[in-house]
Nanobody, 119 residues
Framework: QVLLVESGGGLVQAGGSLRLSCAASGRTFGSFFMGWFRQAPGKEREFVAAVKWSDGNTYYADSVKGRFTISMDNAKNTIYLQMNNLKPEDTDVYYC????????????WGQGTQVTVSS
């Protein structure tokens, strides 16, 4: 099992910045990818960004490219999501996720952290 705990959400004005953190514990050596997803009420959960644990390669949704940066700290088993130039449409619950394979669904999820961007 992998336990994921997010932190860093909050309320920010449009154009502002926030940094989310996700600390992983448990069988973290099995985490091939870790990433961030977001979901608004009544909508499907959508992919935001991911990082490949073995080589640090990163992947982003088109909607956040150039504004968000995902990074990792191997020693702390933690990933981060630096969110700059936030927009009201970025308002969502953000979830950290991990999977132990190169492809397929993410098996482990955090509890989510609310990000609210006011206009």
């Amino acid at each position: 099992q992998v336990l994921l705990v997010e932190s860093g959400g909050g309320l920010v004005q449009a154009g502002g910045s926030l940094r989310l953190s996700c600390a992983a514990s448990g069988r973290t050596f099995g985490s091939f990818f870790m990433g961030w997803f977001r979901q608004a009420p009544g909508k499907e959960r959508e992919f935001v960004a991911a990082v490949k644990w073995s080589d640090g390669n990163t992947y982003y949704a088109d909607s956040v490219k150039g504004r968000f940066t995902i990074s990792m700290d191997n020693a702390k088993n933690t990933i981060y999501l630096q969110m700059n130039n936030l927009k009201p449409e970025d308002t969502d619950v953000y979830y950290c996720a991990a999977r132990g394979a190169p492809s397929g669904p993410y098996h482990y999820w955090g509890q989510g952290t609310q990000v609210t961007v006011s206009s």
